[in-house]
């Protein structure tokens, strides 16, 4: 830490001196251009010292430009939305990471955090207002969350926010998180540093000297990328110049004497071995339905080795997610299908073996239809489905009770099947959704199949996300009995 350079109470003399440095320092600041100009030297202890100069960090790029880089690490998703939140204009980009539960959890809620302030008072941020949120209105605030390094077993994510007002000016902060990857706990790149080394290192940043600054409380630097040689780059709010932030490297030797325990261990943590994570299906990755529009695409009735494929490839070159609740009849006809479906990544459900009115069975008979249909998909999959579809809609409380396993209806029928022509009901979808509804197609019309393409880009158009059943109720229990249409709002 930074010795005292007076002993003893403050004098009148003392006090003028802090009164003409300080606007000295911010003058010299402001003025220097792109080369950040240094405050008078301050006397730092003997495992404090910098190693290079600080240097203005340019503005971020745009967000396109930041979508087009790949997410940078094994596992890793990208996510991108716009929304009009209040009197701002948001554009976020934040990238997930399978096996990282911590992590993704912890940048929802941050994300989640801004949106609620931006919000109008008494309000909270919902879906609905990242649809049609093309027209630029207020200020212009980016918002992203990505990874900056990727080594041994550590991740370091940045989280950076540019709120920008309609004159070109306004404010930037940034904040690193350091996750391990083997046991996905998540810290701050602030627990990097030794309390102690913090005001020295922020008067080097800001050309403040500590003494000088004092008494104004010193805020710890919250960006830190600690690099596996061992140099700490640490950027921060340039004062005087908003909008602006300095960055500054330290090498390895001054980084070592300023690391925290867990700053070591972090840097422990960059130079071992890594092993990678298991897969997940991409029906059951990570997607936050109170942060982002959703709706769950659902087919019943196949497969159909005709049309079930054509679907396929239509889903997949959308890059969007569905559901399909096959009967067991044609999974035992279409065994190949039903695992093709699977091994794409879809989700299944069961949708009952010979597709009969529940409410006009007895439990046993119900219970029967549930069972075979399982066994059906079982062989053909490998995998047992956790939900069901009742054909019709049909389900009283005796089959609520039978089937033993979570209802999903849906909060938008389509009436393809009735209609045969996407004219009719691509439009009415499109009339009817709302973000966390499911809709109801039939994957074995094929006039359905020949409406999905204009379907599924106009959703993606107003800023859907299309995911699975199973995503979109991600964080919500799914209890055996209950009928659920669509995900219910944040409470």
């Known amino acids: 830490m930074g010795k005292r350079l007076w002993h003893g109470s403050p004098s009148v003399g003392t006090a003028c001196l802090r009164f003409l440095l300080v606007p000295f320092c911010l003058v010299a600041l402001v003025c220097g251009g792109d080369s950040v100009a240094m405050a008078p030297s301050v006397v730092l202890g003997p495992h404090e010292r910098v190693s290079s100069q600080p240097q203005v960090v340019p503005m971020p790029p745009p967000l396109s430009d930041v979508l087009d880089q790949p997410a940078g690490v094994p596992g890793g998703y990208a996510m991108a939305m716009t929304a009009q939140v209040g009197a701002r204009h948001v554009h976020a980009s934040w990238t997930y990471v399978d096996g990282l539960p911590a992590l993704n959890a912890q940048m929802d809620s941050w994300l989640l955090g801004l949106l609620d302030a931006a919000a109008p008072a008494g309000g909270r941020y919902r879906p609905a207002m990242a649809l049609n949120a093309g027209q630029h209105q207020g200020r212009e605030m980016t918002v992203s969350a990505k990874p900056v390094q990727a080594k041994g077993a550590m991740l370091v994510v940045r989280e950076q926010v540019t709120d920008t007002g309609p004159d070109g000016t306004g404010a930037i902060r940034s904040a690193t998180v350091y996750v391990d990857a083997a046991s996905g706990a998540v810290h701050s790149g602030t627990e990097l540093l030794r309390p102690e080394a913090i005001p020295a290192l922020r008067a080097r940043m800001t050309g403040i000297p500590a003494d000088i600054a004092a008494p104004a409380p010193q805020e710890a630097p919250t960006d830190l990328v600690l690099s596996p040689a061992g140099e700490l780059t640490v950027t921060a ?3 005087g110049r908003p909008g602006q932030q300095v960055a500054m490297t330290m090498d390895a030797a001054d ?3 300023a690391l925290s325990d867990y700053g070591r261990q972090a840097l422990g943590q960059l130079n071992a071995a890594a092993a990678p994570g298991p897969a997940t299906s991409p029906a059951l990755r990570h997607v936050n339905c109170d942060l982002v529009p959703c709706a769950a695409l659902t087919y019943d009735d196949g497969p159909d080795a005709r049309t079930t494929p054509q679907l396929l490839d239509i889903l997949r070159e959308k890059n969007a997610q569905a559901t399909f609740f096959m009967t067991g009849s044609n999974t035992t006809a279409n065994p190949a299908t039903a695992r093709q479906v699977a091994e794409a990544g879809y989700a299944i459900g069961n949708h009952t073996f010979s597709h009969p ?16 249909t399982d066994a059906a998909i079982l062989a053909a999959t490998g995998s047992t489905p956790a939900t069901m579809r009742p054909p019709y ?4 409380a005796a089959v609520q009770a039978a089937v033993g396993k979570p209802l999903m209806i849906w909060a938008v029928d389509s009436l393809d099947w009735q209609s045969k022509n996407p004219a009719a009901f691509v439009p009415k979808v499109l009339k009817e959704i709302t973000p966390g509804a499911m809709v109801l197609m039939h994957d074995v019309q094929p006039t359905t199949i020949s409406g999905q393409q204009e379907l599924i880009t106009s959703l993606q158009g107003q800023g859907y996300k299309l995911v699975s059943v199973p995503q979109l109720f991600e964080g919500i229990p799914l209890l055996p009995g209950h009928v659920y249409r669509s995900r219910p709002a944040r409470q």
């Open 237 to 239: 709010g340039l004062p």
């Open 255 to 257: 980084t070592a004497a």
């Open 357 to 372: 009115y529940l409410t006009k069975l007895s439990p046993p008979a119900v219970r029967k239809e549930i069972e075979r």
């Open 393 to 396: 809609g049909a389900a009283d």
